[in-house]
Nanobody
Framework: QVQLVESGGGLVQAGGSLRLSCAAS????????MGWYRQGPGNQRELVAT???????NYADSAKGRFTISRDNLNNTVYLEMNSLKPEDTAVYYC?????????WGQGTQVTASS
């Protein structure tokens, strides 16, 4: 079983920055892909960014140029640096990890960018 603990969410003014962290722990083999997803009010959960075990990144168009995903393989942690936040970025952000062919989700952390 893998546990994911997210942190770093909060309330910022539009244009501000936040850094999300997600630490994986528990019984797991090597972690493959790691990523961040979000779900805004009344919306479906959507991809924000992913990073492969080899460090290849993929971003949603809405995140390109503003968000940066990175990972620390030694500590099984994935980060999301978010800059120039907009009110439309307001959502619950979820970490997702793939390990041994199974998907694991974090509990979510609220990000609110006020106008």
């Amino acid at each position: 079983q893998v546990q994911l603990v997210e942190s770093g969410g909060g309330l910022v003014q539009a244009g501000g920055s936040l850094r999300l962290s997600c630490a994986a722990s528990g019984s797991m083999s090597s972690i493959n892909a790691m990523g961040w997803y979000r779900q805004g009010p009344g919306n479906q959960r959507e991809l924000v960014a992913t990073i492969s075990g080899g460090g290849r990144t993929n971003y949603a168009d809405s995140a390109k140029g503003r968000f940066t995903i990175s990972r620390d393989n030694l500590n099984n942690t994935v980060y999301l640096e978010m800059n120039s936040l907009k009110p439309e970025d307001t959502a619950v952000y979820y970490c997702r990890v793939t390990s041994a062919g199974r998907l694991y989700w974090g509990q979510g952390t609220q990000v609110t960018a006020s106008s």
